[in-house]
């Protein structure tokens, strides 16, 4: 590509120049024109487009397919295939706002690796359990047959469903949407983080980490109650996150032989992954749980399938629970 495209092509974009990962200038494209007249006669412009590239040819081809892509796309001007610039096109420079700062899953690791499990048995057992959890999850989130509509809420597209698994065993399902597909990321990791309620979720909910087998796997208990005068409920469950392609992750829940000495002696069974029922770990429980007055559940599958579109992040929930009947049903 000669000068004269590189002078038209930048003409068409409005740039922030960075040096060092650090925005340096907002510049207009003739004052860039000038920078890339300093430089060496022989440089190669290339477009890139929400990190695809887009095109390394004349500013005309370039212009049209900008033109054809979502007008909110970030575009990338590169130079001897180094980043020149990147920002919204059209519009100014992106900030982030704090709002789009989230917890990452190593910065939740750090603050709970405490309780890091050093038994490697239990640790191989968990991954091998939650392994088919996440396939359980997927089928019952992708898999439309048996569901029955139960309601319906305008705001963010909720949408319930209903339906037994092999006759008696109740599984909702729950879809809705996050607007703002560049949002992904942190949906992914709110949903992941325990001080962070979800919005399927009731108010009055408390959950934490209370056994760490890696950044992405962890025991969880979760106390709940439906209003501030309901007798508390809770569940520990064996929760993963799996990111199952660029555009799709996993966030899923299952009890099994947990140990927590609630003196109740109703023996729960998972009649959706029957693997849990062979999963066994104790767990040092609070005084609250020993003494009986929260009343015990067992999460049979729980979880999350968490999907980039176009313009919003999807969200699908699964919920089948003994013993807590779901917040919408």
């Given at each position: 590509?000669?000068?004269?495209?590189?002078?038209?092509?930048l003409?068409l974009?409005?740039?922030?120049?960075?040096?060092?990962?650090k925005?340096?200038?907002?510049?207009?494209?003739?004052?860039?024109?000038?920078k890339?007249?300093s430089?060496n006669?022989?440089?190669?412009?290339?477009?890139?487009?929400?990190?695809n590239?887009?095109?390394?040819?004349?500013?005309?081809?370039?212009?049209?397919?900008?033109?054809?892509?979502?007008?909110?796309?970030?575009?990338?001007?590169?130079?001897?295939?180094?980043?020149l610039a990147?920002?919204?096109?059209?519009?100014?420079?992106?900030?982030?706002?704090?709002k789009?700062?989230?917890?990452?899953?190593?910065?939740?690791?750090?603050?709970?690796?405490?309780?890091?499990?050093?038994?490697?048995?239990?640790?191989?057992?968990?991954?091998?359990?939650?392994?088919?959890a996440?396939?359980?999850?997927?089928?019952?989130?992708?898999?439309k047959?048996?569901?029955?509509?139960?309601?319906?809420?305008?705001?963010?597209?909720?949408?319930?469903?209903?339906?037994?698994?092999?006759?008696?065993?109740?599984?909702?399902?729950?879809?809705?949407?996050?607007?703002?597909?560049?949002?992904?990321?942190?949906?992914?990791?709110d949903?992941?983080?325990?001080?962070?309620?979800?919005?399927?979720?009731?108010?009055?909910?408390?959950?934490?980490f209370?056994r760490?087998?890696?950044?992405?796997?962890?025991?969880?208990?979760?106390?709940?109650?439906?209003?501030?005068?309901?007798?508390?409920?809770?569940?520990?469950?064996?929760?993963?996150k799996?990111?199952?392609?660029?555009?799709?992750?996993?966030?899923?829940?299952?009890?099994?032989?947990?140990?927590?000495?609630?003196?109740?002696?109703?023996?729960?069974?998972?009649?959706?992954?029957?693997?849990?029922?062979?999963?066994?770990?104790?767990?040092?429980s609070?005084?609250?749980?020993r003494?009986?007055?929260?009343?015990?559940?067992?999460?049979?599958?729980?979880?999350?399938?968490?999907?980039?579109?176009?313009?919003?992040?999807?969200?699908?929930?699964?919920?089948?629970i003994?013993?807590?009947?779901?917040i919408?049903?």
């Open positions: 590509m000669n000068k004269f495209y590189i002078q038209i092509a003409f974009l409005s740039v922030s120049i960075y040096l060092n990962n925005t340096i200038a907002t510049e207009s494209a003739p004052e860039i024109a000038k890339i007249k430089k006669s022989h440089v190669t412009v290339s477009v890139y487009m929400n990190d590239p887009l095109a390394t040819e004349s500013a005309l081809e370039i212009a049209k397919k900008i033109q054809s892509k979502n007008r909110y796309a970030t575009v990338s001007v590169y130079m001897n295939n180094k980043p990147t920002e919204p096109a059209p519009g100014k420079p992106k900030k982030i706002r704090s789009d700062r989230y917890a990452t899953s190593e910065e939740i690791y750090e603050k709970n690796k405490h309780l890091l499990c050093t038994n490697p048995e239990e640790i191989k057992n968990a991954e091998k359990l939650m392994n088919e996440v396939e359980h999850l997927k089928y019952h989130a992708t898999c047959k048996g569901y029955k509509a139960i309601s319906h809420i305008v705001r963010n597209y909720m949408a319930f469903f209903k339906k037994k698994h092999q006759g008696d065993t109740d599984v909702v399902r729950v879809t809705y949407r996050k607007k703002d597909s560049n949002r992904y990321n942190k949906v992914v990791a949903i992941w983080n325990p001080d962070i309620i979800k919005l399927v979720e009731y108010t009055y909910t408390k959950t934490k209370v760490v087998y890696n950044p992405n796997l962890v025991i969880i208990q979760q106390r709940f109650k439906k209003w501030p005068w309901s007798h508390e409920k809770y569940f520990y469950a064996l929760a993963k799996v990111q199952l392609s660029k555009y799709e992750s996993i966030i899923v829940m299952t009890s099994a032989n947990i140990i927590d000495h609630h003196p109740s002696d109703k023996e729960y069974k998972n009649t959706i992954i029957e693997i849990a029922n062979s999963f066994t770990t104790e767990i040092d609070e005084d609250d749980i003494s009986g007055k929260l009343k015990k559940t067992f999460v049979r599958l729980a979880g999350y399938l968490i999907q980039e579109c176009q313009t919003y992040v999807g969200v699908t929930y699964i919920n089948s003994d013993g807590n009947r779901y919408y049903t």
